[in-house]
């Protein structure tokens, strides 16, 4: 059944008797009022009538726009659907005086801004849902220069955490029988331990002990909105070379004991903050543990991006630190190892501002509720490794019976789950003053 | 890629670690503050990690409850995870001092009751969507009961308005090369004219000028949400009996100028009130119009459901009003003719409180850009025609040119578009007062 | 990718500069002259170059013939496109000179008719495949009458061996999600317990314990070549009304031991005399194990078909045999006894001029490597069970380690397998004479 | 339904009971009479109840055998079930006598030899169709060496053709969205024009006027049988450098009036001699014309491949011909004229023993209807172009309405159909001698 054929043809019959912008609008550089214009008869009660119709043309105005247009509209846009501040005040009075539910329900309805309303009506086609996506990454780009799209942004971060709630997820194998636009699309997205080309690409998904996930949302066809790279061994990695080389030994699935996360890339700009990585992991452990139920260990190989920039911006240390490969390989033996406990005690007790670990991908694995196993020297040589962390990786450990009790702990008293051998090396750091 | 079994396999491994219900707990008839329990941990921090294993132990108990312990359970959750008057009404005062669009985002965060994201947190899989759809069908039953419900059920119907959108929906025709299991719901959501069995059912499909088409969402597979049955003809049909006949004369398709939308049925309750007719059929047109381009006018065959009631209950009209098959032939010419002029008058002229058509076939296809094009005598005789109007069918013209405008006279001005000679009828009517 | 599309599409290009039939040939009863052309064309070197459209306006041509043009144009294919008897006389005595491979070769070539070449001329899209099966069904019915057609159908099937060649199968499943069509055929082609409707077609595939597994080829989409009805049971069954009755008990099917394979169906005769039903039930034996590993026995409940006939064709036995339910329900059980030992000798004894049992189902079973089982009295009161068996039924069993000794035991010396208590039942027979 | 799961699943149960191999056979170096042996049982009753775990054990020892191995082995096949001479002899004799069709039937059954039933016993699951035509191509690698192997390879091409007949073939077209897996396969299989790299392959089918299709045989999922490059360009092609070029300006397809197929490749050397090409052609015209009807010549741009070889083989010619893009720039116009007339004549004139042109690009379009249109000075410096043709290529034209008729005067009388300027060079040649 032709379904994609039948929705997303937008055929004459839709366009006419349909109040659209006249050809002189259409043709012309379109300005952020025409468009919001559109916007608000998308909104009108002939919306309903003619959504379809209109939501082709915003979409085809839209992909005409320069950035400083797309900010002039995203502005537009906030300012004109945002809620009433004095019909709020009014019904807000009337609340307090009344504590009614009906006032509250009204109060709650004048509070919330169109913005979701809008967002729902510009997702008129299959197609469509990738355009918002990217439209909120437009979006994000203009945020910090303009703190006042911040409410924009969040009714369209709430639209996007419904839309690709855990229940519209798929989980996929990503293999060689693939649509090769998706292959291109995990080659274009690998953020982590960047993708060079199709040969780079074959070595992580042809050999029996290489394996891709992905998660699928059922209107973006050939998009994984979040992907993990899995290496199937015999024991916990140390270093990524081994893991990425060329001609190294393929392993029998069916022999390998650990598998080992070693590259998670989001690739959707626009679904930023929606989560989404927590549940892959869980569920590829469960797909992992049905097809090869001897595995007995679940680990990531992991890079520490913010341990560099910390200990350089540290006016107490002295300078300068190693940065490439050839002064790593020139350290001590104790100068490497007292860079090891600062790294232990820098991603097990240094903390942001809102108590959780400085370090994002240390911050995702601890609070999806793995803990930190153990930390590798001389593991990462390339892309931005010696720079970030002294080319040290970290192992994140997901031990299924820990996982609650982990979460639950970070969750409530920003507790960083920690193997013993690590809470050691920390408390060698010359950071652990008493 | 077998991405369901993936998805909805919940195995050991998710549900070890995971402080579920004990064993007895879930052994005993569960009780609404059992699973209200439950609720809160899914919404808490806990509920990030453990979502998938508590998301299932909530439908393995909701699917044990009764009636009585389902409505208690609604009345739970609704009490539970409603907004706190209070924090309203301080968060409201600081509101109206400071008109600062901080607050206003506070103000609206605890103006809006918590069912959102309990409904979202149960969709973890796939399955799980139609749950929710049957879950919402429940609470509608005991709405009427219990008005304090109704703002979860406002909740669940902006969830599944959300979920639901237009772009989440596809079109497909449904034929004899659907699955069974697909045909069979169609048979049971038939609600208009009744599918007796499957030759009743083949009837509908075989033919090459017969055709249903239905709303599908990627997560209920088999479930139609809404389907348009439609013959292909040579004139406007007058009547539902020669559409259903056995042995009536097959025409080819592209010989026809008509399309008749002879029946539409919703088949989820619980998305009462989510838009998809309206859809439906203008897409239906597209797809009509490009399959077969000869096509001149779409129009339906629609029953009228309130007038018959509408008579009866009328203290001043001479009563008894015909009801079988056998009274209505046996009326004069001019009793007929009276009665199709009150119909007249009763489509285009009777509103109900909220200033639109008191009959809902006509409210729909008013509000979808319809207009009233023709009324039809002794066109019903099957079920409940004769009672609810006589026998009278009209047909609703779907003009494509005017369904903008009819549609934003009837959202502005209440105005019902209708073709003259029924407006002739109307003026003719007894209602029809000075 | 809409490979159908592409394949089966015949456009104004395919037909335009080919040498096709006249206008006026196309539109008069076609005859087998102007058909046999038609064919002499397609083997031609013309038919290189526009099969596709000669082969179109070939099956043009066949649909319109009615029973005795079909018969006229089998003779005149047979006769026209067979060896010439000449040529090969004289490349035999060629042969017998030289004994050379050349030469052979040669005698090979045109010892062979060209029938075989023409089946193939005539399959130029996925669509023909259906029809030469069916054309073969034709000829099946003219060839009683016409001998001389023997040599046209060997050919057929062979070429319908080629292509219906085991690697070319499919085993699937069917059930209520299989497409309605499907089903339909399933409902038309079931042969030994007739389907009555859809109703008694959802009591064999719905229920958890019963399945219904069928061959099919790629270019038969919703044509079942052949399929094997399969009830889950905890006993070997004894008669079919139970299993077949409307308010039975289900069974959990993880609880079941053995697997009753209650029906097989042919439904093309098209393919008659084509090797099918033994891979079916191997394959199917495989994948019930696979999915329920508990299975212990896999049996038939089968017809005997021609032990009725048999027993009223002797002149020698007391008339009149029992042909009702009520004279078989009224029969003493030394009657019983006596019919069931007979019954056991003609399965086990009995044999065609071919050396092999008289009985067909008999002989298909036990040619697959299964063993006589068991006789069932009483077990078979619908259809012509009474008539054909005096209600008595046979199981067959397959037991995996004795499949291939069992079949060629058979096979080399006719031997029929049979289990110890049906050697006494037979022994006992009053055919049993020393 | 997990079709291939149920088909290709080869269980514990299949290969219990079974006469296999044992252990110690199976584990040393398979020879040539293990293996016959195991045909002979494949052959005999036993094959029909156990072919499948026969046929499995067989591809298990085929896959060890080496390239000496595998001849051996072809050379026992041949000898062991090879028709036998003195029983052709015999019925010979007897038919010569009698002319009878029974003894017909016999002579034509004892001439052949047994090995199309070995072949069809072999392919008894989907995945060993592919193994079969890997056989063939080992075989055709000892056919030189061992002519006695002709008559084996003679049946080979017989099953094959019969199962790779046009109504089993379907046409798909190869682009972005097939699997990564199909393309690598056209990326290895591109004879013509060889694909370096993905980038390479992407130029070919992501650009909206580059289409690749090729056809598929259903148990090749992956595999393209043959496919066909395809330009839509608004000119006739003169080079191949500006149709593969990086940066060129890709056109609107539906503004193209001309689609150039620049490359022909066919992707099974165990399908050689196996018609497909010229099906293939003539379904990618009908697709094309029916996706852009406004496209008005269908021409090649084709390699010549043995005229650089014919003209150096001919001892009365001045010596060296250019081989390098150098020396053919160096030419001059009158040197170059003369070279196109000689190209002309070769051919279009130049015939090989069986009467029909020596170079095999222009014995296949030629043969397949079209018409020898333009020859290309300096048009191909890639690859073998220099040496095999001093860079001149051919457009060979596919005109709807004359492809039938040139094809039957090419078969019966040799003629090469060839464009007025053709005719007009070639009679300018050196070798047109009165």
Tied chains: 1, 2, 3, 4.
């Excluded at 809620?83 to 919330?112: F, G, H, M, R």
């Excluded at 924009?152 to 636009?181: M, Y």
Aim: hydrophobic letters at 40%; proline letters at 6%; aromatic letters at 8%.
């Amino acid at each position: 059944m032709a379904n994609t054929s039948i929705n997303d043809f937008l055929g004459a019959v839709a366009l006419r008797g349909i109040s659209l912008l006249k050809a002189s609008e259409r043709n012309q550089k379109p300005d952020a009022n025409t468009i919001v214009e559109l916007c608000k008869r998308l909104l009108s009660s002939r919306g309903n009538a003619s959504g379809l119709a209109l939501s082709f043309q915003f979409w085809e105005l839209y992909e005409k726009l320069d950035a400083p247009a797309k900010e002039a509209l995203f502005i537009a846009i906030s300012a004109e659907f945002s809620a009433n501040l004095e019909d709020v005040a009014t019904v807000a009075t009337q609340y307090i005086e009344t504590q009614s539910p009906e006032v509250l329900k009204v109060l709650s309805a004048v509070a919330a801004p169109k913005y979701a309303e809008l967002i729902s009506r510009l997702n008129q086609t299959p197609a469509s849902t990738l355009k918002i996506v990217h439209m909120r990454s437009d979006l994000l780009r203009f945020l910090r220069q303009n703190p006042s799209l911040k409410p924009l942004d969040e009714v369209f971060s709430q639209v996007l955490t419904s839309w690709f709630n855990r229940g519209f997820l798929t989980l996929q194998e990503i293999n060689w029988h693939s649509p090769a636009i998706l292959l291109e699309n995990v080659k274009k997205y690998e953020a982590v331990h960047g993708i060079e080309n199709w040969n780079d690409l074959a070595r992580r998904i042809q050999p029996a002990d290489r394996l891709i996930y992905g998660f699928f949302h059922h209107n973006l066809q050939d998009e994984p909105l979040i992907f993990v790279e899995v290496a199937l061994t015999t024991k916990i990695p140390d270093a990524i070379a081994p893991i990425l080389e060329d001609d190294r030994k393929i392993i029998d699935p069916n022999t390998a004991t650990t598998a080992a996360f070693y590259s998670i890339s989001n690739c959707q700009e626009g679904l930023r903050g929606i989560p989404l990585g927590n549940f892959l992991i869980k569920q590829v452990v469960e797909d992992l543990k049905k097809r090869h139920p001897q595995l007995k260990e679940f680990v990531t190989l992991s890079p520490i991006v913010r341990f560099g920039k910390w200990m350089r911006d540290d006016p107490e240390l002295a300078k300068p630190l190693p940065t490439t490969k050839e002064e790593i390989d020139a350290m001590s033996p104790e100068a490497s190892k007292s860079l090891l406990a600062d790294a232990a005690w820098f991603l097990a007790s240094e903390k942001a501002a809102d108590g959780k670990p400085r370090d994002p991908v240390c911050r995702f694995h601890i609070g999806n509720g793995a803990r930190l196993e153990r930390l590798n020297w001389a593991a990462h040589f390339t892309g931005t490794g010696p720079a970030n962390s002294f080319a040290i990786m970290a192992n994140y450990k997901y031990i299924i019976d820990d996982i609650e009790k982990n979460h639950e702990a970070f969750q409530t008293a920003g507790t960083v789950a920690v193997a013993p051998p690590i809470k050691k090396q920390a408390a060698q750091s010359q950071f652990n003053k008493p």
